[in-house]
């Protein structure tokens, strides 16, 4: 017998470089039927990945009547405050915030993962790993045993966060940064590609490089 089974239709808010790593992978995911993109004024018609930009931000009251579901596909570098602005809105409005998985991703079944975050193609995360709402967990990010990230963090592609960190709120960590183990990286800091973080953080920090010396 044909599946009648009804998807429920998404909404992405966000129309850039990020919007399409997302698309892809929501489609991968086969749970939802993308309705189309939220973007910026002078994106409202254009096509990405064949999905149209149906309005602003300032439709999204309008949107909902058609898209019981949305996700954030705004990124995020050294400021998370569009995603959060985002994200107020479409919990007042009443959107459902699903979580997002590629089923090109290993998420252990003892892994906790928070409304609203995406993992993207190749990301491996690790059992006993909590991670907080609207974060991004970037293709072939590595999140080990017993990792702990806050909500709207972004772990971009290929960063490996060893066992047992804990990162705050609020916090990017670049393309191919290593974070050693047992590490606390503080809410609000940014941590550059390529880094390698031997000592803890405290929050609001930025750090470029390596770390190596114990008298850094
Ligand atoms: C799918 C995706 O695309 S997800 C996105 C992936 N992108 C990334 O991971 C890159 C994110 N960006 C970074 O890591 C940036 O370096 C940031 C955000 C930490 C800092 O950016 P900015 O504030 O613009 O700093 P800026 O690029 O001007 O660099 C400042 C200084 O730090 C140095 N620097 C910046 N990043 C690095 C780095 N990763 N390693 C070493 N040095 C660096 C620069 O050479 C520059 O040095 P100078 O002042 O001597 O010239």
């Not at 993109?37 to 149906?54: I, S, W």
Request: charged share 15%.
């Amino acid at each position: 017998m044909a599946d009648t089974k009804r998807k429920q239709k998404l909404l992405i808010v966000g129309a850039g470089g990020h919007a399409v790593s997302c698309i892809d992978v929501v489609e991968q995911q086969g749970v939802y039927d993308i309705l189309g993109l939220v973007g910026l004024p002078e994106e409202v018609g254009k096509k990405v990945l064949g999905y149209e930009v149906l309005g602003t931000d300032q439709d999204l009251p309008y949107l909902n009547q058609y898209a019981e579901a949305a996700l954030i596909a705004v990124g995020q570098i050294k400021t998370i405050a569009p995603r959060r602005e985002i994200a107020i809105q479409l919990l007042e409005l009443g959107f459902t915030v699903p979580v997002v998985v590629s089923p090109h991703a290993y998420v252990s079944e003892h892994a906790q993962l928070g409304a609203g975050t995406i993992v993207m193609h190749g990301a491996i995360i690790n059992a006993n790993v909590r991670i907080g709402n609207f974060a991004i967990i970037n293709s072939k990010a590595l999140l080990e045993h017993d990792v702990q990230v806050g909500e709207f963090c972004h772990v971009s592609t290929m960063a490996s966060i060893n066992g047992s960190c804990r990162v705050g709120d609020n916090c990017f960590i670049g393309s191919q940064a290593c974070i050693q183990d047992g590490l606390i990286i503080g809410s609000n800091s940014v941590i550059a590609s390529n880094s390698l973080l031997r000592k803890n953080l405290s929050e609001g920090s930025s750090f470029v490089g390596h770390n190596n010396s114990k008298n850094d």
